[in-house]
């Protein structure tokens, strides 16, 4: 149980184009859903938290224009890279929670922006 | 606030050696504690966690982990070391909060296993 998947697993896109992420719960209800952004060879940093049906709420530093975050059910959550630059390029991660303390990760996506 | 420390960047062991990771944390509630695995181009596996209840937690793949209040630690062990213990491991504190608690990590060790 508490399989989270996420698609597409990789993806190339190119200066100032926006791609979009998914994120399901594929057998739980996840109220909150978190998503990360992890550079090569160092730790995951939370770029924000959303619960269903309400705005997302960012960390500080990250751009609410930029990443746009939708959850829109209890088994969904978007992520949007608006207008993509290199800089943008990593590995993103979402994780979902339906009982508080734990979360539950997804494969990630890797972002390449040409 | 919530902190996690991991030192060194990177692990060498033979196979069938005991690993041993190191997590340090700092936290003004008493904690939950996770250690993760991540092997290349995937996302966390949840290795075990600590919620309070037994202070010696057993996860999967044989490691276990030992919760000290008195040293603030959280170390990672496995008596004997196989070659697909090769990963990224990290250690993450939760800040408890309910609905939308947070995690926090530490850096995260690569653990190799030579031969």
């Known amino acids: 149980g508490a399989v989270v998947s996420q698609h597409p697993s990789w993806v190339i896109c190119k200066s100032g184009t926006s791609v979009k992420i998914e994120c399901r719960s594929l057998?739980?209800?996840?109220?909150?859903m978190f998503w990360y952004r992890q550079f090569p060879k160092q730790s995951l940093m939370l770029m924000a938290t959303?619960?269903?049906?309400?705005?997302?709420?960012?960390e500080q530093g990250v751009e609410k224009d930029k990443f746009l975050i939708n959850h829109a059910s209890l088994t969904l959550s978007t992520l949007t890279v608006t207008s993509a630059h290199p800089e943008d390029s990593s590995f993103y991660i979402c994780?979902?929670?339906?009982?508080?303390?734990?979360?539950?990760f997804g494969p990630g996506t890797r972002l390449t922006v040409t | 606030a919530q902190s996690v420390t991991q030192l060194g960047s990177h692990v060498s062991v033979s196979e069938g050696a005991l690993v041993l990771l190191r997590c340090n944390y700092s936290?003004?509630?008493?904690?939950?504690l996770f250690w993760y695995v991540q092997y290349p181009n995937q996302g966390l596996q949840l290795l075990l966690k600590?919620?309070?209840?037994?202070?010696l937690v057993k996860g999967i793949n044989g490691f276990e982990a030992e919760f000290k209040k008195s040293e603030t630690s959280f170390h990672l062990t496995k008596p004997s070391a196989h070659m697909s213990d090769a990963a990224e491991y990290f250690c993450?504190?939760?800040?408890?909060?309910?609905?939308?608690?947070?995690?926090?990590f530490g850096k995260g060790i690569t653990l190799s296993v030579r031969p």
């Open positions: 994780s979902a929670s339906s009982r508080g303390y734990e979360q539950y």
């Open positions: 057998d739980f209800q996840a109220t909150t």
């Open positions: 993450a504190v939760s800040d408890r909060t309910g609905a939308n608690s947070k995690l926090t």
């Open positions: 600590y919620t309070s209840a037994a202070t």
């Open positions: 936290s003004s509630v008493p904690p939950y």
């Open positions: 959303s619960n269903e049906g309400s705005k997302a709420t960012y």
